[in-house]
T-cell receptor, first 115, second 113 residues
Framework: KAGVTQTPRYLIKTRGQQVTLSCSPI?????VSWYQQTPGQGLQFLFE???????NKGNFPGRFSGRQFSNSRSEMNVSTLELGDSALYLC??????????????FGPGTRLTVL | SQKIEQNSEALNIQEGKTATLTCNYT??????LQWYRQDPGRGPVFLLL?????KEKRKERLKVTFDTTLKQSLFHITASQPADSATYLC????????????FGSGTRLQVQP
């Protein structure tokens, strides 16, 4: 069974631009969560989606948004990029309806660099 | 404010010894606690989950304890191997409407051959 895939793996953008990251969960997983990882703040929860609905959102500004499609694939978007948005963005999927209550299967991440 | 603390200093041990990593939390009453392993440049990998009503969980060479009175979880790797060298993260989940995992900053483990 294929793992969680994320595209692209690396991305370089400039301040003010916007970016869209994609995540394909493990087949059969309907819950997808997004995290931001930086050396200073560690792993921080962005949001969780289940059956195309956002179930919870972390403490990030409205520039960070996401969505989930009917096939459970998810995208996250960051608008008006800032230097501080440079990070590893991780997507995780989980089985069943309990989402983050279950083990999370993480993808390899997208490394975003904002210049 | 809510806080999770893991030893930020790297833990260096000799191969064959038991590694013990600590996760302390304040102002939480977590329902679940999870441990993950992360290698450089890769996403975390789930290791163990323990619930608030469980004292201990084991999986092969791994053992996790959860003391809700001390607000502490201990993660043990017995008969450690150089391949166990990685960063280990604890993550807590509150059993409230907020369905979000909160991660500690992680402890880097280095097992010397």
């Amino acid at each position: 069974k294929a793992g969680v895939t994320q595209t692209p793996r690396y991305l370089i953008k400039t301040r003010g631009q916007q970016v869209t990251l994609s995540c394909s969960p493990i087949s059969g997983h309907r819950s997808v969560s997004w995290y931001q990882q930086t050396p200073g703040q560690g792993l921080q929860f962005l949001f969780e989606y289940f059956s195309e609905t956002q179930r919870n959102k972390g403490n990030f500004p409205g520039r960070f948004s996401g969505r989930q499609f009917s096939n459970s694939r998810s995208e996250m978007n960051v608008s008006t990029l800032e230097l501080g948005d440079s990070a590893l963005y991780l997507c995780a999927s989980s089985k069943g309806t309990s989402g983050v209550y279950n083990e999370q299967f993480f993808g390899p991440g997208t490394r975003l660099t904002v210049l | 404010s809510q806080k999770i603390e893991q030893n930020s200093e790297a833990l260096n041990i000799q191969e064959g010894k038991t590694a013990t990593l600590t996760c302390n939390y304040t102002n939480y009453s977590p329902a679940y606690l999870q441990w993950y392993r992360q290698d450089p440049g890769r996403g975390p990998v789930f290791l163990l989950l323990i619930r608030e009503n469980e004292k201990e969980k084991r999986k092969e060479r791994l053992k996790v304890t959860f003391d809700t009175t001390l607000k502490q979880s201990l993660f043990h790797i017995t008969a450690s191997q150089p391949a166990d060298s990685a960063t280990y993260l604890c993550a807590l989940l509150m059993d409230t409407g907020r369905r979000a995992l909160t991660f500690g900053s992680g402890t880097r483990l280095q097992v010397q051959p």
